[in-house]
C-alpha cells in the first residue's frame, strides 16, 4: 500500500454545524484549484490518496491544487457526541459552506467519486435551485453512485454475488489457510480489509493498492434513507448546458453502466469507459483515467 505525502494546509472550517477536517495540497502558485468529494457517504477522503493528487496535473508540471475535505460523520469529521441524523440535504448544506469558506470561487471546479459524484449532482440541482452555493465551472464524476434507487439496488445485489464468488472465497480460503493471523496481525488485518472491498475490482488483488478506510454505518445508513425512492434523471436534464461536465465508468464497475450513461446523457456530457477497472480506477488504470481528467480539464 503506497504511501502518501503530508497536506500543503490543513485545518477545519468554522462556518459548518460540525467542524469538518479539510486538507489542500499545492504546488507554489497554483493556477487553479478542485474540490474533490470522497466516496461513503460516511467515509474520509484518505482512500483517494495517493493517487488523486495526479490531479495536480503531469508529473514535473503540477499547477493545481487539490482541496479535499472528509464529510460530516467520517473520518476527522466524525464528531460521536453529534447524533443528529446526516442526511443527503445537511451533505449538500456542508458542501455550499465549504466552497465558500475555502475561498473556492464563484464558479468551482469539482470531481466526485463514487457517492461524492452523487452528492456534487444533487448540490448542483439544489445550487441551480438557488438553495446552496455556485454551480461548478467543470464537473467530473468518476465512478458516481447510482443516480437511481433501482440502479442502486442492482449495484447491491451485484456486488454481493462478487464478494461470495468462487474467485474472492478462494481468496479467504488462502488468508485463513496461511497462519497470518497469528504470525502477524497487522498484515492479516490489511489482508482482511482487502478481501471486504475485492468485489469492486476487475483483479480483486488490485485491492491491495487502496488505502484502507472505515464507513461510519450510521451515517451511510442515515444519508441512504434520506434519499428515499430517488431518481434524479429527470432534475440532472435540468441541469443540460449550464456547465461542462464528463462521466467516467470503470467497464467492470458493479454499479450498473446504465447509470452513468443515464447521468451523462441527462446532463449531456461525454461518457469515457475506462476499460480493466472496477468502481476504482484510479488504481486499477490511472493512467487511463488521469490522462482523460486532464484531456477535460
Not at 468551482?108 to 441551480?128: D, K, R
Not at 504470525?183 to 469492486?200: H, K, M
Request: with cysteine; glycine share 10%.
Amino acid at each position: 500500500m503506497p504511501g502518501f505525502p503530508p497536506p500543503a494546509a490543513d485545518g477545519f472550517t468554522t462556518t459548518t454545524p460540525v467542524p469538518l477536517y479539510w486538507a489542500s495540497w499545492s504546488p507554489p502558485h497554483p493556477d487553479e484549484r478542485l474540490l474533490v468529494l470522497h466516496g461513503g457517504p460516511g467515509a474520509s477522503h484518505e482512500y483517494l490518496l495517493p493517487q488523486m493528487l495526479r490531479l495536480q496535473g503531469p508529473a514535473g508540471a503540477g499547477h493545481r491544487a487539490v482541496v479535499l475535505y472528509d464529510q460530516r460523520g467520517g473520518g476527522r469529521s466524525r464528531h460521536d457526541d453529534d447524533r443528529a441524523p446526516v442526511t443527503w440535504e445537511s451533505q449538500v448544506a456542508d458542501l455550499g459552506r465549504v466552497i465558500a469558506e475555502l475561498g473556492l470561487g464563484s464558479s468551482p471546479n469539482i470531481v466526485g467519486y463514487s457517492w461524492g459524484g452523487l452528492l456534487a449532482m444533487l448540490y448542483c440541482i439544489e445550487a441551480a435551485a438557488g438553495r446552496a452555493g455556485p454551480l461548478p465551472g467543470k464537473l467530473v464524476l468518476i465512478d458516481p453512485a447510482p443516480v437511481t434507487r433501482q440502479y442502486r439496488e442492482e449495484f447491491e445485489a451485484e456486488f454481493a454475488r462478487r464478494q461470495g464468488g468462487p474467485e474472492v472465497q478462494a481468496l479467504r480460503a488462502e488468508l485463513a489457510e496461511s497462519g497470518l493471523r497469528e504470525q502477524d496481525p497487522e498484515a492479516y488485518r490489511q489482508r482482511t480489509f482487502e478481501l471486504s472491498v475485492a468485489g469492486y475490482f476487475a483483479d480483486p488483488r488490485n485491492a491491495r493498492d487502496l488505502t484502507p478506510f472505515r464507513v461510519t454505518g450510521r451515517v451511510q445508513q442515515s444519508t441512504w434513507q434520506s434519499l428515499g425512492d430517488f431518481d434524479l434523471v429527470p432534475q440532472l436534464r435540468t441541469l443540460r448546458g449550464r456547465f461542462p461536465a464528463l462521466v467516467l465508468h470503470g467497464r467492470q464497475d458493479p454499479i450498473p453502466l446504465a447509470s452513468s450513461r443515464a447521468c451523462a446523457e441527462a446532463l449531456g456530457a461525454p461518457l469515457e469507459v475506462i476499460e480493466h477497472s472496477g468502481h476504482v480506477p484510479y488504481v486499477e488504470q490511472g493512467e487511463a483515467l488521469f490522462r482523460a481528467i486532464e484531456d477535460f480539464l
